[in-house]
């Protein structure tokens, strides 16, 4: 007596029909050291003064016109407020 095999469909794939190893390819693939991916973006040397995380409060004014600045109002901030700091020293 014959066995009914499920109609499952193959996993083969012809090798002459995958995507080619192009350049962006390898732009977009993981990268290991070992067993151990190596993390995008993390390659930028520490900073020798490292900035300290804190909650802190300012006038609405002071706020709106340094992010009116645009992108980087944060670090402009931070620039007049070291200023402030090395006139008084």
């Known amino acids: 007596m014959r066995e009914n095999k ?3 469909p ?3 794939m012809d090798p002459d029909d995958a995507p080619e190893l192009d350049a962006q390819f ?3 693939a993981d990268l290991y ?3 151990r991916p190596i993390r995008r ?3 930028r040397p520490k900073l020798a003064s490292r900035k300290v995380l804190l909650s802190v409060r300012y006038s609405p004014e002071v706020v ?3 992010r009116q600045t645009g992108e980087g ?3 402009r901030m931070d620039a ?3 200023e402030y700091v090395r006139r008084k020293v």
């Open 64 to 66: 709106d016109y340094f």
């Open 10 to 12: 193959g996993t083969w």
């Open 33 to 35: 050291q070992g067993d």
């Open 80 to 82: 007049v407020l070291r």
């Open 73 to 75: 109002w944060q670090s």
């Open 26 to 28: 390898f732009k977009k």
């Open 6 to 8: 499920p109609n499952i």
């Open 41 to 43: 973006g993390r390659g």
